[in-house]
């Protein structure tokens, strides 16, 4: 997570998600939009069509975008991946109040434009904003898919939507950190796909737990909580 003001230190990473900005300033538009032109690939969710003054600025328009902000006043709407595929998506009254939602000409909820060697992935409304984190994570998950993008980690199966697996590489090494907001116990079987070792245990309710592998010896090193 990189704040506005950081975005010099982005580099050059497979992929850059601005998440339901709603306004951004141009300083932060224009660093982004280069790191596009240089091969990146960015997924914007909802309009960025303001400045930090609030100020209209047509950034959709900008990238060869059409597209109108409009106040989103409705409860539901369903983002269309692809084909007939896609996630519904619920936004509760008070955010109906003062968020805004990007209106494509041909109603899609989802575009992608070529900006320089890179490209644009764009969705009409601010999908992080939405309840629950089930149509992130559809949304997020479809736009890896079509860059090629493989999960660190396999799932023997899917994992609650209360529980967050998060592996953080530490050069050949991995450091997965596992967190439960469930009511109850969680059984992880997970497989960290560089290395092939297999992490299997039992996620307490609402605790966390540490594991530790090693890229040169393949093998689970420290763990916490389990």
């Given at each position: 997570v990189i704040a506005e003001n950081r975005l010099s230190a982005l580099g050059d990473v497979a992929l850059a998600v601005l998440p339901s900005p709603q306004a951004l300033t141009d300083?932060?538009?224009?660093t982004l939009l280069a790191y596009v032109e240089r091969g990146g690939a960015l997924l914007v969710t909802g309009p960025v069509e303001r400045d930090e003054h609030w100020r209209i600025s047509p950034r959709a328009a900008e990238v060869g975008l059409p597209a109108v902000a409009r106040p989103l006043t409705y409860h539901?709407?369903?983002?269309?991946?692809?084909?007939?595929?896609?996630?519904?998506?619920?936004?509760?009254?008070h955010k109906q109040h003062w968020l805004d939602t990007l209106v494509f000409p041909d109603g899609a909820t989802?575009?992608?434009?070529?900006?320089?060697?890179?490209?644009?992935?764009?969705?009409?409304?601010?999908?992080?904003?939405?309840?629950?984190?089930?149509?992130?994570?559809?949304?997020?998950?479809?736009?890896?898919g079509k860059l090629g993008v493989v999960e660190r980690f396999a799932?023997?199966?899917?994992?609650?939507?209360?529980?967050?697996?998060?592996?953080?590489?530490?050069g050949r090494d991995v450091l997965y950190v596992l967190v439960s907001e469930e009511a109850g116990a969680t059984k992880i079987d997970l497989t960290d796909r560089p290395t092939g070792v297999r992490l299997r245990l039992e996620l307490p309710s609402e605790h966390a737990a540490l594991a530790l592998i090693s890229g040169a010896q393949r093998k689970l090193v420290a763990r916490y909580g389990f």
């Open positions: 300083e932060a538009w224009r539901g709407s369903r983002l269309t991946l692809a084909g007939e595929r896609g996630v519904d998506l619920s936004f509760e009254q989802l575009k992608e434009v070529r900006h320089g060697k890179g490209r644009i992935l764009w969705a009409a409304d601010p999908v992080e904003l939405a309840e629950g984190t089930a149509p992130v994570a559809a949304l997020y998950r479809h736009v890896l799932l023997s199966s899917q994992a609650p939507a209360g529980v967050l697996i998060c592996p953080i590489p530490l």
